[in-house]
């Protein structure tokens, strides 16, 4: 049974809740102040950083379930998907492929953090370490937590200092470090494969071919440089698009 439809049977077996309108201390009214400070105002993040509060609903990922973690310990894009689609909206869950609108905006700035659950030690663990991978998970950053439930008095110079570039940098950093950790830990057999494949097939199998794109990691889909590889080269690869893993060009 797909996850949305699991969700709308437990909401009817009244198994489920629907989030109220304040999680952790938190209103939508107050994330939305939040985000517009940072030039992040789109419903959908906003949404997506509600359902990140939930530490009503226990994790939909079954092991976390099983240690008593909530939604928001820990929630993969299907998860926020469809909290924000069929729990908040009471409609269908968002794209998934939407979430370079919806997550990347907030990670990008370290409003989120990526996890990976481990799901033979039902634990999250920094970063993002297979590519593509159902356990890859987000929750809210401690530090941005904090701001959404500071007091009206103190969330502006707490907000100010956060999002400074100097500061935004440093968490990224550290993030990034903590991934690597975990990415040596959990070992990433498809991103060697995919490297393999570019930097010894193609260029003993396939003389005369380009390598345009490789989707390798659960970061930025297509970098500048790619993108500008496949404008050359007259490809556009839309939202709605398959995202291959490595595209080719002669």
Request: charged letters at 20%; proline letters at 7%.
């Given at each position: 049974m797909k996850l949305e439809d699991k969700l709308r049977s437990d909401i009817t077996a009244k198994k489920l809740q629907r989030p109220p309108n304040t999680l952790q201390g938190v209103t939508k009214e107050r994330i939305a102040e939040v985000l517009q400070a940072l030039d992040r105002t789109s419903r959908d993040q906003i949404d997506a950083v509600f359902a990140l509060l939930d530490?009503?609903?226990?994790?939909?990922?079954?092991?976390?379930?099983?240690?008593?973690?909530?939604v928001c310990h820990g929630a993969s894009t299907a998860h926020i998907a469809c909290h924000v689609g069929v729990l908040q909206r009471n409609a269908g869950k968002l794209d998934r492929e939407g979430r370079d609108y919806w997550l990347k905006p907030l990670w990008e700035i370290g409003a989120l953090e990526k996890l990976y659950f481990d799901s033979e030690t039902a634990e999250f663990l920094p970063g993002h370490p297979v590519p593509k991978s159902p356990n890859s998970a987000y929750r809210i950053a401690p530090a941005f937590l904090q701001i959404l439930k500071a007091p009206d008095a103190d969330r502006k110079a707490l907000l100010a200092a956060w999002a400074s570039e100097e500061a935004i940098r440093a968490r990224l950093q550290v993030q990034a470090a903590l991934a690597e950790?975990?990415?040596?830990?959990?070992?990433?057999?498809?991103?060697?494969?995919?490297?393999?494949?570019?930097?010894?097939?193609?260029?003993?199998?396939?003389?005369?071919?380009?390598?345009?794109?490789?989707?390798?990691?659960?970061?930025?889909?297509?970098?500048?440089?790619?993108?500008?590889?496949?404008?050359?080269?007259?490809?556009?690869?839309?939202?709605?698009?398959?995202?291959?893993?490595i595209l080719l060009w002669n």
């Open positions: 530490d009503i609903n226990p994790s939909w990922f079954y092991e976390a379930a099983e240690k008593g973690l909530k950790t975990t990415r040596a830990k959990v070992g990433t057999p498809h991103m060697e494969l995919i490297t393999a494949a570019a930097q010894v097939y193609v260029p003993n199998f396939l003389p005369g071919f380009d390598v345009l794109y490789i989707d390798a990691t659960d970061g930025q889909r297509v970098t500048p440089a790619q993108e500008q590889a496949m404008q050359k080269a007259g490809i556009t690869i839309q939202l709605g698009d398959s995202m291959p893993d």
